[in-house]
């Protein structure tokens, strides 16, 4: 138990750390150096820090603190629920800025900026999460530690199965987020948290459900068991191609592209009106007139 309250402790202190680097960069910073930089890497270090402690206590739990499904699934429900409200609209995932671009809201300078605040997130996150588990804080700890640099891979299924898997967890979060996206968060922030919590107990136990390029690369790819081309086409082809069709299903094109809807009928804003136009009754009565 003392295991479970060291990760516990661990998780408050890394949301409350990101959370005042959020605050100090939104008053230090220029508007837009701090939604295009700042809060995502903010973002992408807390996400990326979370997750890596979550999956030690997946890893180790059970033998180190007595830590079972249930209680993961329940630390991931709150996890993400945490993240959606403090974000502050960052999307930590290279795929939702990639959304964005393609649906035109966001320019190509602002997408590339977030990709590179990202990256540098999770490997700001992946330095100061393993430096925090030198400490050897507990058991947990110590057993992460020692085995850091023997993990084991994330991917325990074939490549064209993880692709697959990887793809349709990301076509439903991206779906899920197009159809909520100017809902509420009190809405949207619990929908997220519980529909990550569905994918990473179903597909949890084949690619660890990260639909996330940045944190996959963070978490998984110096893992032994599998090649660079072979994490790249599940974690990163398989996330890309899901967003990339469920903007398709959602909008029926892609707007930065083309405009032109290829799924579905637009529906003119003026009505033709229906059935045959009356004809006027002609007057047989009317006076000609005298030459």
């Known amino acids: 138990m003392a295991g ?30 701090y ?32 830590v079972g499904p249930d209680l993961l699934l329940t630390l991931l429900f709150l996890l993400f629920l945490v993240h959606e409200t403090t974000f502050d609209g960052a999307s930590a995932n290279p795929a939702v800025a990639l959304q964005e671009f393609l649906l035109a809201e966001a320019t190509l300078p602002s997408t590339l900026l977030k990709l590179v605040a990202q990256a540098l997130g999770v490997q700001v996150a992946g330095a100061l999460t393993r430096r925090c588990w030198s400490w050897e804080l507990s058991d947990l700890h110590l057993l992460q530690s020692l085995l850091a640099a023997h993990c084991s891979s994330a ?15 990301a076509f439903f979060f991206h779906l899920t987020l197009l ?12 929908a997220v948290a519980l529909l990550v919590t569905v994918a990473a107990y179903t597909a949890g136990p084949y690619t660890s459900a990260f639909f996330n390029p940045a944190l996959a690369a963070s978490v998984t790819f110096q893992c032994l068991g599998h090649s660079f081309l072979e994490y790249a086409q599940v974690y990163w082809l398989g996330p890309l191609t899901g967003m990339v069709l469920a903007v398709l299903l959602h909008q029926g094109h892609l707007p930065r592209l083309f405009q032109r809807n290829l799924f579905y009928r637009q529906k003119s804003k003026y009505r033709s009106p229906r059935g045959k136009l009356a004809v006027a009754p002609v007057d047989t009565h009317t006076r000609i007139g005298v030459r």
């Open 155 to 169: 991917l325990r299924t074939s490549v064209a199965h993880g692709v697959l898997v990887e793809g349709a967890c």
């Open 4 to 33: 479970l309250n060291v990760s516990l402790s661990f998780f408050f202190a890394t949301c409350a750390l990101c959370e005042t680097a959020r605050r100090a960069a939104k008053a230090l910073l220029p508007t837009g150096a």
């Open 179 to 190: 159809r909520l996206r100017y809902s509420p968060p009190v809405y949207r922030a619990p």
């Open 35 to 66: 939604a295009s930089f700042a809060r995502e890497v903010a973002g992408a270090a807390q996400l990326a820090a979370c997750c890596l402690e979550l999956r030690a206590l997946a890893e180790f739990g059970p033998w180190a603190g007595g």
